[in-house]
């Protein structure tokens, strides 16, 4: 009831409406998901690359580190600097971790920068030492960027750091107060290590003497010559390090990044979107992370991460602790923007396009149904007898216009059978009645007609077999205009029904005039905007996919070519590292001979200091043995006078009769032991001159001695100064190999990278084929005229355009690689130029 109601005024532009919305919501609906899925498909690509190139980045970083720290535990230096500042620990006598501290952070002159001290201008042990390795330390750690380095003895006393925190001169061991840090769990573990190749690793955690930063620790035991285990060497890695490694934002937009993930979950790196740093402190969970620390490389979608909708790719990093992974996250909105976009301004076109058609088909509808409106009245008002009515339309010059005709013909036949005679009025009424039956017949079938035709159905006509030749000819215009109005219609539905179902080869071919002829005009026009569109389309497509398989086959030669540097470089680092491990040797067994060198003249300088001492020591014999010869001398002299004194003692006893006798017997006595100690004090007398003559003839032997020894002295301390300069320039020159060793290395590592980054640009532009292709496919659907489009397409053929797109496509893809071997590699910059 409702479909019959409506008068055709309205039909008619509902249904051009409709048609119109049919049309612009299919092909608008298909285009954004289209375009949505491919963008989508698109970035995941993008983040699955960026997200696994982070990932190895970070995981060659961490080689790079640990390849430093086995170098440097395996240095002669670090061994020598661990020996010398373990004795020099050793001669702070009362408290050495409270001296070292006074002296280097108390007394300090740069309390900004504490490292900046090299030198106290002492004399002191530990000074001598700091002195000779602290500069060459401070440069490490500046060119690898680490925060700290670290030497402790064994222990537990850290005796020597850089940057002399907090934590220096602290004792690390079970029962020291640093014991359960980060630093005193690695250095634990680190002094139980019994391989020389085994590193220890501690996860990054917040370290209260860096100011409770996150800081993670690299250490390893350190072996001297012999084997012997002599300290620990510990690196302090910051988590800036990793921010330097994975903080290129190149190719994520405005909102995206890539982030290093443990397997707590936690933030490794800081995020460039937030004011605080996020290192162990933010939280990144998702699906794809337990993925990827799982091993496999994901891609997905959160909304649990800085609270926008991700989409998110993660590649695992292998550690030696829990896993890492690197994630790479971009804002789906940013993402889908262009689709978005390219939505909105279809909603407008479609809006204002539909707007256009409902306008169109409304001035369409007005323009045929008011003028029959208006002769529809004034053929009642004719019927009705009101012979003055004005007939409008009379003008015009199509079907309207000849039923407005024939209208005004009746109404001038009414007057002029009112100004009729009787006789004549009796036969005009008489022929008025019959014409008027006839005319009520004729209204009737217009009737009809026009019901029919306000109800959609324009098959039906009016019978045009009347007597009168006037209703006849009315009869045939009305026929004509339904006949025009039902051909319009259909062609112009035809052609929608075509469009709708991708055949854009049908047109409005009748020959219309005034709205019709606006109408078919203007259908014409949007299949023919279309077709232009569609073939410029399918042309774009097709040279798309043949641009993308010129690219795809130059990439092709281009991954070959890397993939044969790459080998050449891992062979020339291969031979590299045999030659460094060489001069390594050598250098290792000059310090040694140095060493030995060292050792004889210090053998050679102690001799000599014997010689001396012997030689003293005789000199000393000799002048006790003139000082005991004095002695006996007074012993002669003493022997002389007791023998007087008895002798006088004899006499007086004689004197003296039998009261004498008995001192005369102690008088003989004591003369008999005086002449004894007389004989004795000269046999002694004539050792002594007997030894002095020996020890005479010793001092002057040991006098040629020390002379000799000293000229075999003099030679040693040459040979030593020589060898210690083959050692030092030895060394040297295996430093010199191990920094070419480790360029190489890096260089390998970065060619390994571009010819993975060229296999991943090959997967990408195959996939951009596929697209292409897809392209091709959704395009194909449409039906162009093969006259129409080979028409619209010679033009272009003549200059060749899609060869000259695809050579300025490779000319920018030329330029490109050009511009990145430049900056990335300029060693392999020649190999790329014949690309």
């Not at 690299?218 to 060497?233: D, E, I, M, T």
């Not at 032991?673 to 003559?693: G, N, P, R, T, Y």
């Not at 040297?732 to 290395?745: F, G, L, M, P, Y």
């Not at 084929?769 to 272009?796: C, H, K, M, W, Y």
């Amino acid at each position: 009831m409702l479909k019959l109601s409506l008068p055709i005024a309205r039909k008619l532009p509902l249904a051009l409406l409709g048609s119109a919305l049919l049309v612009s919501l299919g092909v608008g609906t298909a285009s954004y998901l289209i375009g949505s899925n491919a963008l989508r498909n698109s970035a995941e690509l993008t983040l699955e690359t960026l997200a696994s190139e982070r990932a190895a980045a970070v995981s060659s970083y961490l080689t790079a580190v640990e390849d430093d720290l086995v170098a440097t535990s395996r240095s002669e230096a670090t061994v020598q600097a661990l020996r010398d500042f373990g004795g020099a620990w050793l001669q702070f006598k009362v408290d050495p971790s409270a001296e070292v501290r006074a002296l280097y952070v108390d007394s300090n002159p740069n309390t900004d920068n504490l490292a900046a001290l090299e030198t106290l201008g002492t004399t002191g042990a530990y000074d001598v030492t700091h002195t000779r390795f602290h500069v060459g330390y401070r440069n490490q750690i500046g060119r690898r960027g680490y925060r700290d380095l670290y030497l402790f003895d064994l222990k537990g006393f850290m005796v020597y750091s850089v940057n002399k925190g907090v934590d220096f001169g602290t004792r690390f061991a079970e029962d020291g107060p640093l014991a359960g840090s980060s630093l005193g769990q690695v250095f634990a573990q680190a002094v139980a290590i019994e391989n020389p190749d085994d590193i220890v690793f501690a996860d990054f955690a917040h370290y209260a003497a860096a100011g409770d930063l996150p800081a993670s620790f690299f250490a390893k035991p350190v072996f001297n010559a012999q084997g012997r285990k002599v300290g620990v060497l510990a690196i302090q890695l910051p988590s800036e390090r990793l921010d330097d490694v994975i903080g290129d934002r190149r190719g994520l937009g405005e909102t995206g990044e890539v982030l290093v993930v443990g397997g707590d979950s936690l933030l490794r790196s800081d995020s460039s979107f937030t004011a605080d740093n996020d290192a162990l402190s933010t939280t990144f969970a998702a699906p794809v992370l337990n993925q990827a620390l799982g091993g496999t490389l994901s891609t997905g979608e959160t909304d649990s991460y800085r609270a926008t909708n991700m989409i998110v790719a993660a590649a695992p990093i292998t550690t030696r602790g829990e896993p890492w992974a690197a994630v790479a996250v971009m804002a789906a909105d940013e993402v889908l923007a262009p689709v978005t976009n390219m939505r909105n301004m279809m909603l407008m076109i479609g809006a204002a396009l539909l707007a256009v058609v409902a306008a169109l088909g409304l001035l369409f509808s007005r323009s045929i149904t008011k003028p029959i409106s208006r002769l529809t009245e004034t053929m009642e008002a004719l019927a009705e007898g009101d012979l003055d009515v004005d007939v409008r339309g009379a003008q015009r010059r199509d079907e309207l216009g000849a039923m407005a005709r024939a209208v005004e013909v009746f109404r001038a036949n009414g007057l002029k059978v009112a100004q009729m005679t009787e006789a004549e009025a009796t036969r005009i009424v008489a022929s008025q009645a019959e014409r008027a039956q006839m005319m009520q017949e004729l209204q009737q079938a217009f009737g009809n007609v026009v019901d029919a035709a306000i109800a959609g159905d324009f098959s039906r006509r009016v019978d045009a077999e009347f007597p009168d030749a006037e209703l006849n000819a009315l009869a045939g215009s009305v026929n004509m205009l339904v006949e025009t109005v039902d051909g319009g219609l259909s062609e112009t539905g035809q052609v929608l029904a075509a469009l709708a179902e991708t055949d854009l080869t049908h047109r409005v071919k009748g020959d219309y005039k005034g709205a019709f002829g606006k109408l078919r005009d203007d259908t014409n026009a949007v299949a023919d905007k279309l077709t232009d569109i569609v073939g410029q389309l399918r042309k774009t497509s097709r040279g798309v996919r043949s641009a993308t398989s010129e690219i795809l086959a130059g990439a092709n030669d281009l991954s070959e070519r890397t993939t044969k540097q790459a080998a050449t470089i891992e062979e020339t680092s291969a031979t590299v590292e045999q030659l460094a491990n060489t001069v390594l040797a050598n250098a290792n067994k000059a310090q040694a001979a140095s060493l030995k060198s060292q050792d004889v003249s210090r053998t050679a300088e102690e001799g000599g200091v014997v010689m001396g001492q012997a030689t003293g020591a005789m000199e000393r014999i000799t002048s006790s043995s003139a000082k005991i010869s004095n002695i006996i001398g007074l012993i002669d002299d003493i022997a002389f006078q007791t023998n007087l004194l008895a002798l006088n003692a004899s006499v007086e006893a004689a004197r003296a009769g039998d009261a004498g006798k008995g001192f005369a017997v102690v008088a003989v006595e004591v003369r008999r032991l005086a002449q004894s100690a007389a004989s004795a004090s000269a046999d002694v007398k004539v050792l002594i001159e007997q030894s002095a003559s020996e020890v005479a003839g010793g001092t002057k032997l040991v006098a040629e001695a020390a002379s000799k020894l000293g000229a075999i002295l003099e030679g040693i301390r040459e040979n030593s100064a020589v060898m210690e300069g083959i050692a030092r320039d030895s060394k040297e020159q295996a430093t010199s190999i191990d920094e070419v060793n480790v360029a190489v290395r890096q260089m390998d590592e970065m060619t390994q990278h571009n010819a993975a980054l060229v296999e991943e640009t090959n997967a990408a532009i195959e996939q951009t084929e596929g697209q292409a292709s897809e392209l091709d496919r959704i395009v194909d659907i449409f039906v162009l005229d093969d006259t129409a489009r080979s028409a619209r397409t010679e033009p272009t053929a003549a200059a060749p355009a899609g060869r000259s797109g695809i050579k300025g496509l490779q000319d920018k893809v030329r330029h490109a690689a050009k511009a990145y071997i430049s900056k990335g590699n300029a060693a392999v910059a020649q190999d790329w130029n014949e690309f």
